[in-house]
């Protein structure tokens, strides 16, 4: 997670997964290996997966792969280049860094082969968004051409950018694909509660949903007033916007109402996310009905930036913009976007990358729709791509849209100027209060509000901000606005100021709700006063978790005399990212005690676990504050099975590997005393349900079994070199076994079953 530190951080959301791969100004490399010479044939009429023998992806090869084409209007069986679909885990679990799905575009209906990156790189500023580059893609060593390589919308997208995964997921997709005639549009009309009419235009991607996604549609057009209770109206707003001024008509903006995801949140909010923009930038012509379209580029710079707002099929346009406070962040979005992409034609800088990148890649690319000419000319130049459709110059179409928009009385209204937001305190302590200034000028603001929350991923709460000298904000009238008091009990508040006038709002920072201030609430906890104090990244039969599964733990311990509440701590093993696991709030270690995390990203199952796993070929773990304080940390290297990596002594010395010691002080067995390298001592049978037969070259001595708590549940002297012990009664478990003969301590491990 990045910041920006100000008086507090500024937090900009998370989207830097296998950040190589999706690189903007970066070509991979895919080449696919099919045994079948006929690929193109079978993939055509496949239906589904078709096994690849192998896919390189930069030099990495992967076996038995699925491949299959995907796509509706750039989908054709007289093309050699349509789009691919690769999932690397369709017949076996694998991935590349973390990647399993592969969306590839074949650059249908672009010749300027920059609309889909550029747009994706645009909308990410402001909403969760795929990113995207490009692909050369190779079949059986046959150069296919050059693609866009856009991060698929799955489970892991959601995973990494709503911290979830499990809650209702759908795809707006019109049955049997969209076409200009289409009567199930995902309009998200409320059509009454019979789920199949809702399944001719909405594709469920989780296991149950359609009763919530039903609920939404209701709300939204017939509750409108709890609409924030079921949809995350803001990232909405910033979808609606984009759409706007950048003329993305094949979206819910459009005739079509398509091309967009909905995932609920933890808030119980649906979230839309967008998709599918090679016809962004005006080359989707049609607005409400194939005889309304907007065919020439002078028509999409003119474009109506409330398009919509009064037609009975697009509710979410409707509805919300009825609302003047939603109008007004409305307008507030499309001004950013405005500022910070086309006003100062930075939009252009980018798009000039773009092409560079791709330019050598494009003279190569034998299979494109379009001259390399086409390619030099599309950015200023608007050529018709066929019957129906003209793609706009880029540069021609948002020069002429910049200018109608910044001249429209809504954006040549005074903005309010949001500046100099101050806290009462600037390290406050966790659970306790702080309050808030923010200087509004510049305008005779009817409202103020401040937007807060203190967990990632919730909704924000708003409240109003007041200037009249009872609300923290000194004297009356003055253009400082104050809150009440509001209690910070967690690890940070995240936060951002909202003011309106009649006309049109303004936020600080400019791209909230996305981004937003934040300032951290810090613990009376010192560095060392929490150990991280052993851990163990490869278990395979040692202890389990509270569902019974072997997996990845780290321990924490109070090395102090006192309680030690561990409210606003994070894990992580990731240098760059402290915060990546936050401890639960209300936790309070006793002196001298001990508490086990498991790091297995389960984080629904019972206990505690983190959204990580340990590598058993070495890495670090962190435990830190939100202010980026650490409290300890580790680095281990590769680690054997059911080895534990410990402080010896505990809570305090260096990590040594040991056998563990599982919610227990660490010199239970000493370390000094264990030479697995030098065992004289052999077990069998190993697992065992009932005798333990032990064998040594030398007399056996003192024998003793301890469980890895450190418990002694067997103690024997042993004159001779052979031994049996009946271990049926011990429970089920992993068991250490000591021979002391002479000085010399010999130290075998075996299982119970």
Request: overall charge negative.
């Given at each position: ?21 999706y ?13 079948d ?18 896919v ?7 076996e038995n792969?699925?491949v ?56 990410g ?25 856009t ?20 795809k707006?997709?019109?049955m049997?694909?969209?076409n ?16 199949f ?26 509750n ?8 995350d109206?803001d990232?909405t707003?910033?979808m ?8 993305n ?7 079509l ?6 995932y609920q ?22 607005l409400?009905?194939?005889n ?8 999409k710079?003119a474009?109506s ?9 697009w ?35 980018t798009?000039?990358a773009?092409?560079?990148t ?6 190569s690319?034998?299979n ?9 000319n ?37 903005k309010?100027?949001?500046s ?7 390290t ?63 690890a ?8 309106e ?26 560095p ?7 851990l ?6 040692t ?24 409210d ?14 936050q ?9 001298g ?36 304080t ?8 590769a ?15 260096s ?8 919610n ?13 390298e ?25 024998v ?32 250490l076994?000591?021979?002391?003969n002479q ?6 491990r075996?299982?119970?079953?």
């Open positions: 997670m990045k910041k920006r530190l100000l008086i507090a951080f500024v937090f900009i959301s998370l989207h830097a997964f296998a950040q190589d791969f690189e903007r100004n970066t070509i991979q490399e895919i080449r696919l290996t099919f045994t010479p006929n690929w193109h044939q079978t993939l055509l009429f496949a239906g589904g997966y078709t096994p690849a023998q192998s390189s992806i930069n030099g990495t090869v992967f792969v699925g299959k084409y995907k796509g509706n209007s750039s989908f054709s069986t007289l093309n050699m280049k349509n789009p691919f679909h690769i999932e690397l885990d369709a017949y076996q679990n694998q991935d590349y860094h973390g990647i399993k799905d592969i969306k590839l575009s074949n650059v249908f209906y672009d010749p300027s082969f920059i609309r889909e990156t550029l747009s994706y790189d645009i909308l500023k402001y909403m969760h968004a795929p990113r995207a580059n490009y692909a050369n893609v190779y079949v059986n060593e046959i150069l296919i051409g050059l693609y866009v390589n991060e698929a919308i799955t489970k892991t997208f959601v995973k990494n950018h709503f911290g979830s995964n499990t809650h209702p997921f759908f707006a997709a019109i049997g694909g969209a200009l005639n289409s009567t199930n549009k995902p309009n998200l009309l409320y059509l009454g509660t019979d789920q009419d809702y399944e001719t235009r909405f594709e469920m991607n989780s296991d149950t949903g359609w009763p919530d996604l039903i609920n939404l549609t209701n709300v939204l057009n017939n409108t007033t709890q609409i924030e209770t079921v949809l109206v990232r707003l910033w609606l916007a984009f759409n706007n001024v950048l003329v008509l094949d979206s819910y903006t459009g005739l109402n398509h091309n967009y995801y909905l949140d933890d808030s119980g909010r649906f979230s839309p996310i967008v998709w599918d923009l090679n016809m962004s930038f005006g080359t989707f012509d049609f409400s009905s194939q309304d379209f907007v065919f020439q580029t002078s028509q710079i474009m930036h409330i398009a919509q707002q009064n037609r009975v099929n509710p979410l346009i409707r509805r919300l913009l009825a609302i003047p406070r939603y109008k007004k962040i409305y307008l507030a979005h499309m001004q950013t976007i405005l500022d910070e992409n086309f006003t100062n034609d930075s939009y252009i800088t798009a000039n773009l092409r560079n791709i330019d050598s890649s494009v003279q690319d034998a494109k729709f379009y001259t390399y000419a086409d390619f030099l599309s950015l200023n130049t608007t050529m018709l791509v066929d019957d129906n459709f003209s793609s706009s110059g880029i540069v021609e179409l948002m020069t002429g849209r910049k200018n109608f928009l910044s001249n429209l009385p809504d954006f040549t209204a005074i309010p100027v949001i100099d937001i101050v806290p009462s305190n600037a406050p302590l966790i659970n306790t209060n702080i309050s808030f200034t923010a200087n509004v000028t510049n305008t005779n603001a009817n409202a103020v509000l401040f937007g807060y929350r203190t967990r990632l991923n919730m909704a924000f709460t708003k409240i109003p901000m007041f200037d009249d000298g009872a609300h923290n904000d000194g004297v009356a009238g003055d253009n400082i606005y104050g809150t009440d008091a509001l209690l910070i009990n967690n940070y508040m995240q936060y951002y100021v909202y003011a006038n009649n006309t049109i709002g303004a936020f600080s920072p400019a791209r909230a709700e996305h981004e937003f201030h934040s300032i951290a609430a810090i613990n009376n906890i010192n060392g006063e929490i150990a991280i104090n052993e163990m990244a490869q278990n395979t039969e202890i389990t978790d509270p569902a019974g599964q072997f997996e990845d733990w780290i321990e924490l311990y109070n090395n102090t005399s006192s309680p030690l509440l561990l606003g701590l994070f894990l992580s093993d990731t240098a760059t990212n402290l915060q990546k696991w401890l639960p709030s209300g936790i309070t270690m006793e002196p005690s001990y508490l086990t995390v498991w790091a297995d990203e389960d984080t629904t199952e019972e206990g505690l676990h983190a959204d990580f796993k340990l590598s058993a070929s070495g890495e670090s773990v962190f435990l830190s504050k939100a202010d980026g650490l409290v300890d940390s580790v680095t281990f290297d680690q054997a099975a059911n080895i534990s990596y410990a402080r010896n002594p505990n809570g305090t010395g990590f040594v590997n040991q056998e563990p010691t599982f227990a002080n660490n010199q239970t067995l000493s370390v000094a005393e264990v030479s697995f030098n065992n004289a001592i052999a077990v069998y049978p190993n697992p065992t349900s009932g005798n333990l037969h032990i064998i040594s070259a030398l007399a056996l001595g003192t003793e079994i301890y469980n890895l708590v450190g418990q002694k549940v067997f103690t024997q002297n042993e004159a001779s070199n052979q031994l049996s012990i009946n271990v049926a009664p011990l429970p089920s478990g992993t068991y076994l000591k021979c002391h000085g010399k301590v010999s130290v075998s075996f299982v119970k079953i």
